[in-house]
T-cell receptor, first 111, second 115 residues
Framework: KNEVEQSPQNLTAQEGEFITINCSYSVGISALHWLQQHPGGGIVSLFM???GKKKHGRLIATINIQEKHSSLHITASHPRDSAVYICAVSSSSGSARQLTFGSGTQLTVLP | EAGVTQFPSHSVIEKGQTVTLRCDPI?????LYWYRRVMGKEIKFLLH????????ESGMPNNRFLAERTGGTYSTLKVQPAELEDSGVYFC?????????????FGPGTRLTVL
């Protein structure tokens, strides 16, 4: 079992819909990251959070440390939001700085 | 400011050949990471440099993989000899600072296909 689990694996939505992607982790973390990867493109960091909630435009990320759970929300989704969304965590143990990744959620937003 | 760059973007080689991937991190970033995504799997950590020193290479799959970061600037990842299971996308990332958990900036990746 992976230390970082994402759901759903695939998600298709109509333009304008509210979207939620979930991430659960089983290790102690110093931070949780949400990343975005467009087809054929590199990986872009969307959020890094260790508590509470962050908002950037139509994207909102929340984290519940006690429940070891995070969600990424997209409001008023648009076809350009179609991408793979990846949850990753930085361990809190020792000096570990590498990221442990979830398997990603393929989001397709239809016009 | 230039982002993380990787070269080549694609490489197709035959089993048994050698391939060298290059990563140029963002200038001034002491931390450099190599990650790999094989088909259908999640991205996995390979190793972490702090400047020119290997901080953690626990993710390197075997001794066919050799990473270097001479002078603490760009890094190379050599696979010799390549095997079929080495196919995948190799990502490099860099980050500044010393605190764990900081934002990492990713390169576009190198897609390696071993035939």
């Amino acid at each position: 079992k992976n230390e970082v689990e994402q759901s759903p694996q695939n998600l298709t939505a109509q333009e304008g819909e509210f979207i939620t992607i979930n991430c659960s982790y089983s290790v102690g973390i110093s931070a949780l990251h949400w990343l975005q990867q467009h087809p054929g493109g590199g990986i872009v960091s969307l959020f890094m959070l260790s508590s509470g909630k962050k908002k950037h435009g139509r994207l909102i990320a929340t984290i519940n440390i006690q429940e070891k759970h995070s969600s990424l929300h997209i409001t008023a989704s648009h076809p350009r939001d179609s991408a793979v969304y990846i949850c990753a965590v930085s361990s809190s143990s020792g000096s570990a700085r590498q990221l442990t990744f979830g398997s990603g959620t393929q989001l397709t937003v239809l016009p | 400011e230039a982002g993380v760059t990787q070269f080549p973007s694609h490489s197709v080689i035959e089993k048994g050949q050698t391939v060298t991937l290059r990563c140029d991190p963002i200038s001034g970033h002491d931390n450099l990471y190599w990650y790999r995504r094989v088909m259908g799997k999640e991205i996995k950590f390979l190793l972490h440099f702090v400047k020119e020193s290997k901080q953690d290479e626990s993710g390197m799959p075997n001794n066919r993989f050799l990473a270097e970061r001479t002078g603490g600037t760009y890094s190379t990842l050599k696979v010799q000899p390549a095997e079929l299971e080495d196919s995948g996308v190799y990502f490099c990332a860099s980050s500044p600072g010393v605190a764990p958990g900081g934002t990492q900036y990713f390169g576009p990746g190198t897609r390696l296909t071993v035939l």
